[in-house]
């Protein structure tokens, strides 16, 4: 892994960058929030926890892989431009309404709330090959965390990180060939060098006091200790085709507030659009599912 380096990004301000104010509306006041487009509406959708009072508003922008901020008073995302439904630039959507986007970067399929040693808030971002940290404010690069652009077969494959201790998880996809791939997630320490090798899987997610690890296997949901002990399966479900490789949109599990359920999204087969898929939540210490809503994905519950 390379080491991580600092960049400082002087930006000239025109019309397609920096922060964009999209449209002004509040969110509503719900538990659960999760990406819900359909073929022709930009649509992000809300719930409560116990399946009660769904909400479905058009922001006028796709706003993929919503994620509460850490205090909850945002939802970050990332805005979908032109034909991409799966990728966007960095976004954050404010109680009070407001809606701004950076038009720095593009080609982004994941985001998260983060803050840093030195209690400065920012955003990791994630594509396909780098792992940024990014000024949402400002539209400035912090960092490159991860940086796999002149490793062709190396992919990333989502990524949760821990405030408290500074430590990333993230999902690495390694392609042989067209029907063979690997997949790993990997625990760093940040700005430390400490990296190591955990399970198998990919989109892996802290629990909110940092005990515990869901991720996803070929074969279902999985969680297991922070130091990658007594991994269990919490629900079986096939996520992969016939030659082993994930879907478009396999879930990202994500914890409730008070680590007792995982919130996430699946289809009957292994690979669905995002409106085709049904929210479940799944009790932790037990295994038992309840089916919340049909119709969304990437659902992320509110600390």
Same mark, same amino acid.
């Given at each position: 892994?390379?080491?991580?380096?600092?960049?400082?990004?002087?930006?000239?301000?025109?019309?397609?960058?920096?922060?964009?104010?999209?449209?002004?509306?509040?969110?509503?006041?719900?538990?659960?929030?999760?990406?819900?487009?359909?073929?022709?509406?930009?649509?992000?959708?809300?719930?409560?926890?116990?399946?009660?009072?769904?909400?479905?508003?058009?922001?006028?922008?796709?706003? =993929?892989? @919503?994620? !509460?901020?850490? $205090? #909850?008073?945002? /939802?970050?995302?990332?805005?979908?431009? +032109?034909? &991409?439904?799966?990728?966007?630039?960095?976004?954050?959507?404010?109680?009070?309404?407001?809606?701004?986007?950076?038009?720095?970067?593009?080609?982004?399929?994941?985001?998260?709330?983060?803050?840093?040693?030195?209690?400065?808030?920012?955003?990791?971002?994630?594509?396909?090959?780098?792992?940024?940290?990014?000024?949402?404010?400002?539209?400035?690069?912090?960092?490159?965390?991860?940086?796999?652009?002149?490793?062709?077969?190396?992919?990333?494959?989502?990524?949760?990180?821990?405030?408290?201790?500074?430590?990333?998880?993230?999902?690495?996809?390694?392609?042989?060939?067209?029907?063979?791939?690997?997949?790993?997630?990997?625990?760093?320490?940040i700005n430390a060098l400490?990296e190591v090798e955990m399970?198998?899987? =990919?989109? @892996?997610? !802290?629990?909110? $006091? #940092?005990?515990? /690890?869901?991720?996803?296997?070929?074969? +279902?949901? &999985?969680?297991?200790?922070?130091?990658?002990?007594?991994?269990?399966?919490?629900?079986?479900?096939?996520?992969?085709?016939?030659?082993?490789?994930?879907?478009?949109?396999?879930?990202?599990?994500?914890?409730?507030?008070?680590?007792?359920?995982?919130?996430?999204?699946?289809?009957?087969?292994?690979?669905?659009?995002?409106?085709?898929?049904?929210?479940?939540?799944?009790?932790?210490?037990?295994?038992?599912?309840?089916?919340?809503?049909?119709?969304?994905?990437?659902?992320?519950?509110?600390?």
């Amino acid at each position: 892994m390379k080491s991580f380096r600092k960049f400082h990004v002087l930006l000239v301000i025109i019309i397609l960058t920096g922060c964009q104010a999209k449209w002004s509306q509040p969110f509503p006041n719900a538990d659960i929030v999760y990406q819900s487009d359909s073929r022709d509406l930009s649509l992000i959708s809300f719930i409560n926890s116990d399946g009660s009072n769904p909400v479905v508003l058009d922001v006028g922008d796709y706003l =993929i892989t @919503p994620a !509460w901020a850490i $205090d #909850g008073k945002r /939802i970050y995302g990332l805005a979908k431009s +032109g034909v &991409y439904i799966d990728r966007g630039y960095p976004a954050y959507w404010e109680s009070n309404g407001t809606f701004k986007e950076c038009r720095q970067w593009f080609n982004f399929s994941q985001i998260e709330h983060i803050i840093l040693a030195d209690g400065t808030e920012q955003a990791l971002i994630m594509s396909s090959k780098s792992l940024l940290i990014v000024d949402n404010e400002k539209c400035d690069l912090i960092e490159v965390v991860l940086d796999f652009t002149n490793r062709g077969e190396l992919s990333l494959r989502g990524f949760s990180y821990r405030t408290d201790g500074q430590w990333l998880l993230y999902g690495l996809e390694r392609t042989k060939d067209v029907y063979e791939r690997t997949y790993q997630i990997n625990k760093v320490k940040i700005n430390a060098l400490q990296e190591v090798e955990m399970v198998e899987g =990919i989109n @892996p997610s !802290w629990s909110s $006091d #940092g005990s515990q /690890i869901a991720y996803v296997q070929a074969d +279902g949901i &999985y969680v297991m200790n922070a130091d990658g002990s007594q991994p269990r399966q919490l629900i079986s479900h096939n996520f992969v085709d016939s030659h082993g490789i994930f879907g478009v949109i396999p879930p990202i599990p994500q914890w409730s507030p008070d680590g007792k359920w995982i919130v996430y999204h699946r289809c009957d087969t292994y690979s669905c659009i995002v409106y085709e898929n049904t929210i479940y939540k799944v009790e932790v210490s037990s295994g038992s599912e309840v089916k919340l809503i049909y119709g969304g994905g990437y659902p992320d519950w509110k600390p």
